[in-house]
């Protein structure tokens, strides 16, 4: 088989990009391990910022996101029983962000692109990305017990953090930068409304807790928990009675609890890649990068980056110009060390950390009491929350 561009991963990242090139005319191919109802089933973020919701609308898939996402005009932090406001709009000049589940989002992207005839190979086992530092890079898997091989012009690595495309790189033309964090969040869903219009970050002694939400009828709630803690040990009365002792009174008096019908714990880390090209081969969203879930960044940083890389690919082919896969890399990253510095301060203000003494607990509630007052801290936080510009 032979395609323009392969796309290693079928996560946001990768059906995204898909779209746009599909729209642009140019061929693409996603190569999956996974099943089509495995990747439909992940549950994971849940806010848009502004420039991945033009994306989907550029794309084409967007028309059910402006239908039923809910645009949110702030949110609040909690902390010693009292909440403050963070208004988004009144800050930045009127932007927002909009709550609509990346499942959601990954549904509308592979309806789009089933009903387009585009190309996704599912169930696709031994990746094998070949020559990238060539003019004639190629893609091999197997599948249903025989070897598949697709020639290309490009491949992009959409394959999220423990994908191939990173790992086929040599160590030694690659740096990474880490920080692990000592904990973890457990998430629950559930079909009950939402405790509040808005989402509440609270930093309480015991842990992070937040308040979200996937509609007005289904919650999502997250709180702090040790990394060697099992979801499994977690019943949803034990869930439910820990989220309400870490929120302000009258936000715990709110929550209305049901059965979970999802649990799951996610470590948090920070991560980046660089550079994000090697001969031939990109990659974009978290193969290249992995952000903590506190900024609620990493689905808008996998967006920003198919921006980038689209723009360079289009470039390529429809105006005979390296400039934009030149620019790549340096484009990307210098938004994705931005979107990691975020995460990591709204990580550190709200967390509790083993090694925390009650030195650290103070200048938390300091910077969280300076937040309140000054208007410019609080621009600070709203104009990186709804996403800096592209
Ligand atoms: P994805 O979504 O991980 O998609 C990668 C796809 O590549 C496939 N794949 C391979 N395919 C072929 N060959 C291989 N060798 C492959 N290895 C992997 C995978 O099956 C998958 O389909 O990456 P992408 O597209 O870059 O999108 C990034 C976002 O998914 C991610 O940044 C966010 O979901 C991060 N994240 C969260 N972000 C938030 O803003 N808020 C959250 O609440 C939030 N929760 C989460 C998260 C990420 C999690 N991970 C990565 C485990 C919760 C979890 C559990
Ligand atoms: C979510 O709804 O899953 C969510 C929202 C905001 C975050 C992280 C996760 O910062």
Redesign the pocket.
């Known amino acids: 088989m032979r395609t323009q561009v392969v796309i ?9 990009l898909g779209q746009l090139l599909g729209n642009a005319g140019i061929q693409s191919i996603i ?4 099943s089509r109802d ?2 439909l089933n ?6 848009l910022e502004e420039g991945t919701m033009a994306l989907m609308r550029q794309s084409g898939a967007g028309g059910r996101m402006d239908a039923e996402g809910l645009l949110h005009n702030g949110f609040s932090l909690a902390f010693n029983g009292r909440s403050q406001r963070i208004d988004l709009a009144g800050l930045t000049g009127g932007k927002h962000v909009m709550v609509y589940g ?1 499942t959601e989002l ?1 549904k509308d992207l592979m309806e789009k692109r089933e009903a387009d005839g585009l190309q996704s190979i599912f169930n ?1 086992e031994a ?1 094998e990305l070949h020559d990238f530092d060539s003019d004639h890079p190629h893609v091999t ?1 197997q599948k249903d017990g025989s070897g598949h091989r697709i020639d290309c012009d490009f491949i992009v690595g ?8 990173r790992a086929s790189v040599p160590e030694n033309a690659i740096t990474t930068y880490e920080r692990i964090y000592p904990f973890g ?1 457990l ?1 629950i869903l559930a079909d009950v409304p939402p405790a509040s219009d808005e989402l509440i970050y609270a930093n309480h002694t015991r842990g992070f807790a937040l308040c ?1 939400m996937r509609s007005h009828t289904r919650s ?1 709630y ?1 709180v702090q928990c040790g990394l060697d803690e099992k979801a499994e040990a977690w019943t949803d009365d034990r869930f439910w009675d820990e989220l309400r002792r870490r929120l302000p009174q009258e936000v715990a008096d709110a929550v209305v609890t049901g059965p979970s019908f999802e649990k ?1 714990i ?1 470590p948090l880390r920070s991560f980046v890649a660089e550079p994000l090209r090697f001969g031939r081969l990109f990659l ?4 290249g990068h ?2 903590p ?1 506190t ?8 967006a920003s ?1 198919v921006h980038y890389m689209f723009a360079g690919l289009s470039e390529h082919y429809l105006e005979k110009s390296s400039a934009g896969l030149d620019a790549y890399s340096t484009r990307a990253l210098t938004r994705v060390w931005k979107a990691v510095r975020f995460s990591w301060s709204m990580t550190m203000l709200l967390h509790r950390f083993p090694e925390h003494g009650d030195f650290d607990r103070k200048i938390q509630e300091a910077e969280l009491d300076y937040l309140s007052d000054s208007v410019a801290a609080s621009t600070v936080m709203a104009e990186n929350y709804v996403g800096l510009p592209l």
């Open positions: 290693v991963g079928s996560g946001p990242a990768g059906l995204l190569v999956e391990r996974a495995y990747v992940r549950v994971r973020a849940g806010v990346q990954t696709a990746v898997y959409c394959d999220g953090g423990h994908g191939v495309s969040w998430g979200s999502r997250y799951s996610a974009a969203g978290d193969s992995i952000v879930p900024g609620a960044k990493g689905l808008n940083l996998a980056d």
